[in-house]
């Protein structure tokens, strides 16, 4: 596989910075009885040309944590940053506009357009923002990726897992400053999930691509350069190097809910 040369990365300064953060971030949903507290004082960063998998049980705030931090949802107190922007300081429309230039999106639901084709889906968000895509990546994505034949279709003339491969080659397409990626292998079959996990990873070495990636998968999550693991809203340990049996054994002694396991310390770290 070749890349094109750094010179052809847009203008962000990527080495060491952070690319995002998380300081006390709690949100909470609904009220009363119906009351849930989906993350409890959260503190993370998130490095540049860092590949991070998010893992924890189904409702430990996985999902919540990736839509606070990418500002698509509100947060009930703490801040959260984008480079060094915090996203609490802008109004709407420059909310809209940081999302729109900064950040790339695969979510479980691959929030394609059903009237654009495969192409226009993929280069829709550098339309908007009126970037050009570099011709040559935006085909190296979309060949690995296997949607070469697939580019004049639309969504529902596409296979679930091919709509998740449009959704990352329009994260990819654009090289924004984080992609925040939720369980993006989750339908595909273990060849395609491997292929699209090995690009991630070389976006990530070749074009200090930064990523944040959600899975329940930990053969997916020994692909990234650290894992954090959530329970309960709380971020509880945290591994770099990750092998798929490290992530395994650690996934282990998870708390699966309250009360905590006492394996874990009051910061949250395995003594
Ligand atoms: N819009 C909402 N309104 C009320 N509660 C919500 C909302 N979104 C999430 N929650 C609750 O917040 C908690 C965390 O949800 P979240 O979707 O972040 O979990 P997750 O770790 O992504 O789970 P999964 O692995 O199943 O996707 C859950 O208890 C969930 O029920
Ligand atoms: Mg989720």
Redesign the pocket.
């Known amino acids: 596989m070749s890349y094109p040369a750094p010179h052809a990365v847009p203008h962000i300064p990527r080495s060491g910075a952070v690319a995002a953060r998380a300081t006390a971030l709690s949100k909470v949903?609904?009220q009363g009885e119906t009351r849930?507290a989906?993350l409890d004082s959260v503190s993370v960063e998130f490095r540049r040309a860092e590949f991070t998998a998010i893992m924890?049980p189904?409702?430990?705030?996985?999902?919540?944590l990736m839509h606070c931090m990418a500002g698509l949802d509100t947060i009930s107190s703490g801040s959260t940053r984008i480079g060094d922007v915090e996203l609490g300081s802008l109004g709407d429309r420059q909310l809209t506009a940081l999302r729109r230039d900064r950040i790339g999106f695969v979510f479980q639901a691959f929030n394609l357009l059903p009237t654009l084709s495969a192409l226009e889906n993929i280069t829709l968000p550098m339309d908007i923002a009126g970037r050009k895509p570099d011709p040559q990546w935006l085909q190296q994505v979309v060949a690995t990726l296997g949607l070469s034949g697939r580019l004049a279709h639309r969504p529902s003339q596409l296979s679930g897992g091919q709509q998740q491969r449009v959704a990352v080659a329009r994260a990819l397409t654009a090289q924004p400053e984080i992609i925040f990626a939720d369980e993006p292998t989750g339908n595909l079959d273990s060849r395609s999930g491997a292929e699209l996990l090995g690009f991630l990873h070389e976006s990530v070495r070749a074009l200090q691509q930064t990523v944040v990636m959600?899975t329940?998968d930990a053969v997916a999550a020994s692909y990234a350069d650290r894992v954090v693991f959530l329970a309960d809203g709380r971020i509880v340990d945290e591994l770099r190097e990750p092998t798929a049996d490290a992530v395994l054994d650690r996934m282990r002694r998870l708390p699966g809910g309250n009360p905590r396991t006492p394996a874990f310390d009051a910061k949250g770290r395995t003594s």
């Open positions: 949903y609904g849930v989906a924890g189904s409702g430990s705030g996985k999902s919540t959600v329940h």
